[in-house]
Nanobody, 123 residues
Framework: VQLVESGGGLVPIGGSLTLSCAASPYTIRTYAMAWFRQAPGKEREGVAGIQVSNGMTYVADSVKGRFTVSRDNAKKTLYLQMNTLKPEDTAMYYC??????????????????WGQGTQVTVS
């Protein structure tokens, strides 16, 4: 599975961004997709995830009420809508997919495909 993220960039405090993750090939059975982020010197953390079979979603407490995860099956794309961004949201954001587990809250060891990452900087 190839995952390609887009939508990152520099945004002012309080601003919004929408990240996108296009997945291919789509025919491989995927159980869950998620967004992770990693700031310099910190561990990669799961921000949001969605179970493919039933659409169940998860959003980390640190971003709850500000971030929304969604998936467009027709476009084969995962999204992360980020509102009211804070400086602590600054990180490299990664899209991930699991063909092994329907794992939410997302754990890095349960996801076996990763995108290259897109940088989000809030300043």
């Amino acid at each position: 599975v190839q995952l390609v993220e887009s939508g990152g960039g520099l945004v002012p405090i309080g601003g919004s961004l929408t990240l996108s993750c296009a997945a291919s090939p789509y025919t491989i059975r995927t159980y869950a997709m998620a967004w992770f982020r990693q700031a310099p010197g910190k561990e990669r953390e799961g921000v949001a995830g969605i179970q493919v079979s039933n659409g169940m979603t998860y959003v980390a407490d640190s971003v709850k009420g500000r971030f929304t995860v969604s998936r467009d099956n027709a476009k084969k794309t995962l999204y992360l809508q980020m509102n009211t961004l804070k400086p602590e949201d600054t990180a490299m954001y990664y899209c991930a997919a699991s063909t092994l587990f329907a794992c939410i809250p997302p754990r890095t060891d349960r996801y076996n495909y990763w995108g290259q990452g897109t940088q989000v900087t809030v300043s």
